[in-house]
């Protein structure tokens, strides 16, 4: 983003306004007040009671009936659930593998390969959702308030009540603008990259707590959006590990750095655990413990205690154990103990050429 770009979205922000213009007409949104919102979330419930007992869809029966038409596949939840999880597993591997290229390369392509699709099937859900109660209701929530805070030359455009089918020109015109409305969000990633920017750091290291005016209540979503990110890269910034800066730039491999951190932190914490309730002393030397799965637990988050190391360690004796199934084999020829072996052979020659 250049810094053309970058100082006209800045400016976009701390205006807490969007000036727009349609067929050589200028509009301007401004941001709604809490009278706004709170009247806006009673139209909603409004709309919810006023309709509970009639055949509309309920937002809890969408996945039976998008499955019933057609237009979902009944396992189509799990494999967004999938999808997320292998999302953040490519997030971390992509900060572990920045000195891998080929592997970095891959992971990269594979990661938004992933993206895509869950957001294809999360726009399927979404659009399905406009035929629900909830969705009619959630979008006669928008309307009310983009039409108490789109004006024209000063004055409301329109009254909420004639935005139907009925009035259709004005019907029409409305759709039109609130097109244009949505067309001019700043997505997450351009935020990121405004926190990050040299200009928005004039401000923000100028005064922190004051770089926005009005209490943090008053603040539009994107400037909250916008102050919440800088504090997160401060965060970065003063943290003991704190990654370069190609990573910080990177909003993909800086989600995998705070992956990294979250999985160190939380190993840490149960290897602390573990060693505060073992109270077998026999196990202080053991090279290898291995413990139950409790109802509290799963295997994995008992894996999670292994460093990288062990875990490859356990990889390789799993793979030869099925390479070898139904074979009686010696504890000395298991790939780990063959390691360790060699490598107190090499320590051994070591010592003996002192």
């Known amino acids: ?140 929530k928008s309307e009310y308030i983009i039409c108490n805070t789109l004006h024209q030359d000063g004055k409301k455009i329109f009254a909420a009540e004639r935005i139907t089918d009925e009035h259709r020109q004005e019907y029409s015109l409305f759709n039109s603008l609130v097109h244009q409305v949505y067309k001019r969000s700043i997505p997450v990633d351009d935020v990121r990259a405004l926190a990050r920017s040299s200009i928005w750091k004039t401000y923000w290291s100028a005064n922190k707590e004051h770089v926005l005016s009005g209490p943090v209540c008053d603040w539009t979503d994107d400037q909250r959006s916008l102050v919440n990110y800088s504090r997160m890269y401060d965060n970065v910034a003063e943290h003991p590990d704190c990654p370069p800066d190609s990573v910080i730039e990177d909003d993909d491999v800086l989600d995998g750095w705070f992956i990294y951190q979250r999985k160190k932190r939380e190993r840490e914490k149960k290897q602390s655990e573990f060693d505060n309730k073992r109270s077998n002393k026999k196990m202080d030397g053991a090279q290898e413990v291995f413990l139950m799965v409790n109802e509290n637990q799963s295997a994995e988050e008992i894996m999670d205690l292994n460093d990288p190391i062990s875990k490859a360690r356990f990889q390789n004796k799993m793979n030869f154990l099925k390479q070898n199934r139904g074979k009686e084999i010696e504890e000395s020829k298991l790939p780990d103990v063959q390691m360790d072996l060699m490598n107190q052979r090499a320590e051994n020659k070591r010592i003996n050429k002192r």
């Open 1 to 140: 983003m250049n810094n053309d770009r970058i100082d006209y979205l800045l400016n976009q922000i701390l205006s807490g306004i969007l000036i727009f213009y349609y067929k050589d007409q200028e509009y301007v949104l401004h941001p709604p007040s809490y009278v706004i919102k709170y009247k806006s979330g009673i139209l909603y419930n409004k709309i919810i009671n006023d309709e509970k007992y009639s055949d509309w869809i309920r937002e809890s029966d969408m996945t039976r009936v998008m499955v019933r038409l057609g237009l979902w596949d009944k396992e189509a939840d799990k494999t967004i659930t999938t999808l997320e999880k292998k999302i953040e597993s490519n997030k971390l591997k992509l900060y572990e593998s920045l000195k891998k290229p080929d592997i970095f390369k891959i992971t990269r392509k594979t990661l938004n390969s992933s993206r895509n699709r869950l957001n294809h099937l999360l726009g399927i859900k979404n659009n399905f959702k406009n035929n629900t109660l909830e969705g009619f209701a959630e979008s006669a």
